[in-house]
Nanobody
Framework: QVQLVESGGGLVQPGGSLRLSCVAS????????MGWYRQAPGKPRELVAT?????????NYANPVKGRFTISRDSAKNTVYLQMNNLRPRDTAVYYC???????????WGQGAQVTVSS
């Protein structure tokens, strides 16, 4: 089992920045990827950014966030971050941390962090 705890959400004005954190605990040796997804009211959950947890790290970003969001990790702290800059109202959503594991379909999920972009 892997437990994921997110933090860092909140209310920010358009053009502002936030950083989300996701701390993983438990059977972290089984994780091969980490990522962030988001779900806005009335819409399906969508990918935001992912990264592989391998010797050669690869990242992937959804087109709407390219150039504004950055995914990174601190392996010593078992933590993955999502730095979000130049936030827009359309970025408003609940953001979920995900950990991919070979034997767990769809991986593990955190509880979600609300991000609201509004003036």
């Amino acid at each position: 089992q892997v437990q994921l705890v997110e933090s860092g959400g909140g209310l920010v004005q358009p053009g502002g920045s936030l950083r989300l954190s996701c701390v993983a605990s438990g059977s972290i040796f089984s994780i091969y990827s980490m990522g962030w997804y988001r779900q806005a009211p009335g819409k399906p959950r969508e990918l935001v950014a992912t990264m592989t947890i391998t010797e050669r790290t690869r990242t992937n970003y959804a087109n709407p966030v390219k150039g504004r969001f950055t995914i990174s990790r601190d392996s010593a702290k078992n933590t993955v971050y999502l730095q979000m800059n130049n936030l827009r109202p359309r970025d408003t959503a609940v953001y979920y941390c995900n950990a991919g594991a070979a034997t767990v379909p769809n991986g593990y999920w955190g509880q979600g962090a609300q991000v609201t972009v509004s003036s």
